[in-house]
């Protein structure tokens, strides 16, 4: 039998046995626009049911359609909020956003470790859906190295997932190979997304294990899908944190991207996002 040395240590162990719902983490980077990174991230959990909590890596000034500023945190102060939510809730699945200096991607390497994050999501934010760059080429260097073989799944565009495959893509048996290619090389899950390829269909794909599997939805008549990514890897985390088998989590999160776009909102100009909320 386990001693406590007080009532309090007692009931902190009892609480973290029996939370409510799955807790999961974003360790991303917070968009004043709210359509993507740790605002989307917390929105998704939100309509998926489960616990969202947050780590800011960097803050933006940014609308949908332009990035103006990035200010990432100190080291230091990204480790402390890792920190601070293991030590007070029991972390399902993490996922990473933008991690814009090396540094950063250092101390998420580090915490992966020291707070026992059980499943690790990274979505390697290099480019945004604007074409800014995201990250620089010693993040990009420490991500491919240290970060990835860390992680369970990897979530990429097309850019990022030539980027990380090390050659072009321009039709669907390229990225076919792309996703095998970086799910070996990383020796992690990949799914690459083919928003970006033309065609009447939009065609995700999966490589787990040397297992591979395409998700299919028709093309939407859209301009706007800024978030789009984020929201993507925030459901898959959400999934797979509420114990859904990687195709089935896959599946659910292009689903509700999906939805999302379809049902997406006129505010300003711009159209975000709208999810609804799940059952």
């Not at 800011?56 to 100190?74: D, G």
Request: charged share 20%.
């Amino acid at each position: 039998m386990v001693a406590f040395s007080s009532y309090g240590a007692l009931m902190t162990a009892f609480d973290f046995a029996n939370s409510d719902v799955p807790v999961v983490l974003s360790i991303a980077s917070s968009d004043s626009g709210a359509g993507s990174g740790m605002q989307a991230d917390l929105k998704t959990f939100s309509v998926l049911n489960v616990f969202g909590t947050c780590a800011i890596t960097a803050v933006t000034a940014q609308t949908p359609r332009e990035l103006r500023k990035i200010h990432p945190v100190p080291p230091a102060v990204l480790m402390e909020q890792i920190q601070s939510v293991s030590d007070g809730f029991p972390i399902s699945a993490a996922k990473t956003g933008m991690l814009p200096t090396r540094e950063l991607v250092d101390i998420v390497c580090e915490a992966d470790e020291t707070c026992g994050i059980p499943v690790l999501v990274v979505d390697p934010r290099m480019i945004s859906s604007t074409g800014a760059r995201l990250m620089d080429s010693e993040a990009v260097d420490v991500l491919k190295t240290k970060l990835l073989p860390l992680a369970r799944v990897v979530t990429s565009n097309l850019h990022e997932a030539e980027i990380l495959a090390g050659f072009p893509i321009g039709n669907l048996d390229d990225l076919r190979k792309a996703t095998e290619t970086i799910s070996r090389k990383y020796n992690v899950a990949c799914v690459t997304k083919g928003a970006d390829l033309r065609g009447e269909d939009v065609v995700d794909i999966l490589c787990d294990e040397g297992d591979m599997a395409e998700f299919v939805l028709p093309r939407l008549p859209i301009t706007d899908n800024h978030g789009a990514g984020c929201t993507f890897s925030a459901a898959l985390t959400a999934n797979i944190a509420k114990g859904l088998l990687m195709t089935d989590a896959v599946d659910q999160a292009k689903k509700l991207v999906y939805q999302g776009l379809k049902n997406s909102w006129h505010v300003g100009h711009h159209r975000p996002l709208h999810l609804s909320i799940a059952e």
